[in-house]
């Protein structure tokens, strides 16, 4: 009657759902300040009071019908415009409107750019720890994910593994850097080893091998640690990127898919986006939102509390006796659990009202990632719990 496997999709309970809906329970019963949820991965700075100037601005000044109506699918062109200029200036590329395609969020670029990609029995390489996203969006479109396990002393690529993944199928890799859940950034050295690989491999399969590069951590970044432009080192990447965690707008749906004039037969990739994009009923990403990111083009992410709580998480964590790669970008830490099953760990941690995802569901068992876009007073008063929680391993 129904896609059995869209019902089992739709109707499964994820680990991060029904971790929200215990904490949900526990918070009617001890209330919401003794919940300590680092579950979700939902900004939790203020959205910038550029935004709201820049509605109140379209509001008061632009043609209402403009404002509300149907753009073309890829975007306004203006607003295209005025991103590529921005773009072009701050990574020395020479992108133009024509690069770029205008999308509901980063979730939606990823797919329709797999969609685009995806002939029949293609693999898409992920690289542990992963968004478990990638599984039903790699699928859904027909291709296969492949898993590169984690190298876990610092969650860079572990290169021998990953060379054993690349097949004739392979059709692209995808990075997501910094990460979701590791908070580790490829450092340059580990793009410019994982460019080499691929270049070899597409001459001898004699086929392109993109990079998938999923940004929407690109501006989450601390300590000096730089997230490279990939386009540069890779030619053959394309850059999905959302506001959701720059701008803190993840309910808005709003970001893009660049394909940079370096990819091979850019015209016909960027025809098969604009194709996948029409059968996924993409129409056009909000009006009223493209408008906004054009006007806030060249503002700054305000990071700050992202850094001071992960700073203050991670000293917290390594001094109760984890043991954790430090934050360099995103909102995450991914210590290791404190017994083999990162299920029971979490199961265990629960008893202090401490919410944790397990490091399984992102192909990295033995951990558990603690997302710390939450207040830094949540961090404080939890982090008494973590060191009870880690003397009943002791
Ligand atoms: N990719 C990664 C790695 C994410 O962590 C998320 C959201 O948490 C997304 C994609 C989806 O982002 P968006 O809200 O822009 O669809």
């Avoid at 750019?113 to 027909?142: H, Q, R, S, W």
């Avoid at 098969?272 to 009223?288: D, E, F, K, M």
Wanted: aromatic fraction near 12%; glycine fraction near 6%; hydrophobic fraction near 40%.
């Amino acid at each position: 009657m129904v896609s059995e496997k869209m019902y089992e999709l739709g109707t499964k309970k994820s680990t991060i759902r029904t971790i929200f809906e215990f904490g949900r329970k526990r918070a009617a019963e001890v209330g919401e300040e003794n919940i300590f949820d680092f579950s979700l991965g939902n900004p939790n700075v203020p959205t910038p009071p550029f935004i709201k100037d820049a509605i109140v601005d379209i509001l008061e000044n632009m043609d209402v019908n403009a404002i509300h109506g149907y753009t073309v699918a890829p975007g306004h062109p203006k607003v295209r415009e005025t991103l590529a200029k921005s773009l072009s200036k701050r990574f020395n590329d020479d992108i133009t409107a024509n690069n770029l395609f205008i999308t509901a969020g980063a979730a939606a670029a990823i797919t329709i750019t797999f969609k685009a990609l995806c002939e029949e029995n293609d693999e898409f390489i992920a690289i542990a720890p992963f968004f478990p996203e990638y599984k039903p969006f790699v699928e859904n479109v027909g291709g296969k994910l492949v898993i590169v396990p984690p190298k876990v002393e610092d969650f860079q690529i572990d290169f021998d593994a990953f060379k054993n993944k690349i097949t004739s199928r392979t059709k692209a890799v995808i990075v997501n850097s910094p990460n979701n859940p590791s908070g580790a950034i490829y450092s340059e050295d580990t793009l410019k080893t994982l460019a080499k690989i691929l270049t070899e491999k597409e001459e001898e399969y004699n086929h392109p091998i993109f990079i998938v590069s999923d940004e929407p951590y690109r501006e989450i970044a601390f300590d000096g640690n730089i997230v490279s432009y990939i386009p540069k080192i890779y030619k053959n990447t394309i850059v999905c990127y959302s506001y959701s965690k720059s701008f803190s707008l993840p309910g808005e749906r709003i970001g893009y898919i660049l394909v940079p004039p370096s990819v091979t037969d850019f015209q016909k990739i960027y025809g098969a986006i604009a194709g996948a994009a029409r059968v996924l009923t993409h129409v056009n990403a909000p009006s009223l939102w493209q408008y906004v990111i054009a006007k806030c083009a060249d503002k700054p992410s305000d990071i700050e509390t992202y850094k001071k709580n992960g700073k203050l998480l991670y000293e917290g964590l390594t001094d109760a006796g984890f043991s954790c790669v430090k934050p360099q970008g995103a909102f995450y830490l991914f210590p290791k659990t404190l017994e083999p099953d990162d299920y029971a760990f979490c199961e265990r941690a629960k008893k202090y009202d401490l919410l944790l995802v397990p490091g399984a569901d992102f192909g990295a068992p033995g951990h558990f990632r603690a997302a710390y876009c939450v207040k830094t007073e949540t961090i404080e008063r939890a982090l008494p719990l973590f060191k009870k929680l880690a003397e009943e391993y002791k």
